[in-house]
């Protein structure tokens, strides 16, 4: 069964810093990767994603995340970071459509 | 193209009584995904349903939990007798056949 693994259950950074959001995954094949941000009493907004092809995939509000499969990870990051980016942030995988597993999260504090 | 609405937003109900949740999914999609957050975790898979079919209800409990999304209306998620263990962010995503979720903005359920 698939898994995926956010380490970092908690994070905080400080405005205009860089940001690195870890995500491991455990699948049987190279699957779909997410990446997802919520903000407090919301829903999901999709950052990025990746189904093939180029391996650091660029999103929205100026993220990018890299598959690596030797090291099955998809880490998100981002060169510098805003106050607004402060939420929770939540790596998923899934097969063909639909039906992902996410990870428990990792929530962002920014420090002004 | 509306996104994916989810109804009503916020929902409390007493321990016993039923409690109905809807989703309608963007249009021209006819893949519905239902999860649920509860507080502090990640969003759990329950059920994956095209128009009058369930195709993997896997994360589904056992009882009091049904779906069904049929040939006209919105997709239903139906709790029956609900208990305080209830309480949580109950998401519905839809989806073409490329494997993209759009999530809608959930409802949110307390058991009091």
């Known amino acids: 069964a698939q898994s995926v693994t956010q380490p970092d259950i908690h994070i905080t950074v400080s405005e205009g810093a860089s940001l690195e959001l870890r995500c491991n995954y455990s699948?049987?094949?190279?699957?779909?990767l997410f990446w997802y941000v919520q903000s407090p009493g919301q829903g999901l907004q999709l950052l990025l994603k990746?189904?093939?092809?180029?391996?650091l995939v660029q999103g929205i509000k100026g993220f990018e995340a890299e598959f690596k499969r030797s090291q099955s990870s998809f880490n998100l990051r981002k060169p510098s970071v805003h106050w607004s980016d402060a939420a929770e942030y939540f790596c998923?995988?899934?097969?063909?459509?639909?039906?992902?597993?996410f990870g428990d999260g990792t929530t962002l504090t920014v420090k002004p | 193209n509306a996104g994916v609405m989810q109804n009503p937003r916020h929902l409390v109900r007493r321990r016993g009584q039923e409690a109905r949740l809807r989703c309608s999914p963007m249009?021209?999609?006819?893949?519905v995904y239902w999860y649920r957050q509860l507080p502090e975790e990640g969003l759990k898979f329950m059920v994956y349903?095209?128009?009058?079919?369930?195709?993997?209800e896997s994360g589904m409990p056992k009882e009091r939990f049904s779906a069904e999304f049929p040939k006209e209306g919105p997709s239903i998620l139906r709790i029956q007798q609900v208990v305080r263990g209830d309480s949580a962010a109950y998401f519905c995503?839809?989806?073409?056949?490329?494997?993209?979720?759009?999530f809608g903005p959930g409802t949110r359920l307390l058991v009091l």
């Open positions: 995503a839809s989806s073409p056949m490329t494997g993209e979720e759009y």
């Open positions: 349903l095209q128009k009058e079919n369930i195709i993997d």
């Open positions: 998923a995988v899934g097969l063909n459509a639909g039906k992902s597993t």
């Open positions: 990746y189904f093939s092809g180029d391996t």
């Open positions: 249009k021209g999609h006819s893949h």
């Open positions: 699948y049987g094949a190279t699957p779909y």
